[in-house]
């Protein structure tokens, strides 16, 4: 029984982590210009968000889930911030530049962070959780053990698409020329900030 539902909370990290967005550009460039080790290092801040806000779907915890909830509208204006500042800084980056410091270590904690925060930005995550693992418990209350497993399992399960896809792009981008990655990082900048401006708006509307 444990392992089913370990297996099931691996799915629902696979799930969550797998649709294409400002997540999935952020690790996908990274991989192109610093490698497979800080694209994967990007995904676990990701996988690392979606963990807590697992464990407060898993655990319950009103209060604070009512918190974030609350402040879903600041925090959605800061990651639309955060966001645009990303995106005119890819804009800006220039290949022959990020080449020189692609194997620093100091890279790694940033990489992590940033995308751990932008991921964090979005709090009515929490609600898909609370939705997902009630249904996977059938409404019963969970044991401590049962909700840490399902909590350690969506984590798993969201690291393992980062690291498949980090390591999947990382393979292309010795082929690539210094022209392709700084249109790769253009390109990447400018979705990121389409991405900022619709959630502004959407901000602006509620």
């Known amino acids: 029984m444990e392992s089913l539902l370990f297996l099931k909370s691996v799915l629902i990290g696979l799930s969550v982590a797998a649709p294409v967005g400002p997540i999935g550009l952020l690790c996908i460039q990274r991989s192109l210009g610093h490698g497979a080790r800080i694209g994967f290092i990007s995904g676990l801040g990701a996988a690392a968000a979606d963990a807590c806000y697992g464990a407060l779907g898993a655990f319950g915890i009103g209060a604070i889930t009512h918190a974030f909830v609350t ?8 990651g639309a911030l955060f966001l645009a500042w990303m995106g005119l800084k890819m804009l800006r980056a220039t290949p022959p530049r990020r080449a020189a410091s692609a194997g620093d270590p100091a890279r790694a ?3 992590f962070a940033s995308v751990f925060v932008l991921t964090l930005s979005n709090p009515l995550t929490i609600l898909s959780f609370v939705a997902i693992f009630a249904t996977l418990s059938g409404g019963a209350a969970l044991s401590a053990a049962d909700g840490l497993l399902m909590v350690l399992g969506v984590f798993c399960g969201s690291a393992l698409w980062w690291l498949t896809l980090s390591l999947g792009v990382a ?3 010795h082929r690539l020329g210094t022209r392709t990655l ?6 990447a900048g400018a979705v990121l900030l389409g991405f900022a401006a619709w ?5 602006i509307a509620h």
């Open 71 to 78: 402040l879903a509208t600041p925090l959605a204006l800061a």
């Open 109 to 111: 904690l940033p990489a």
């Open 171 to 173: 393979t292309v981008r």
């Open 182 to 187: 700084q249109w790769i990082d253009r390109s």
């Open 199 to 203: 959630q502004l708006a959407r901000v």
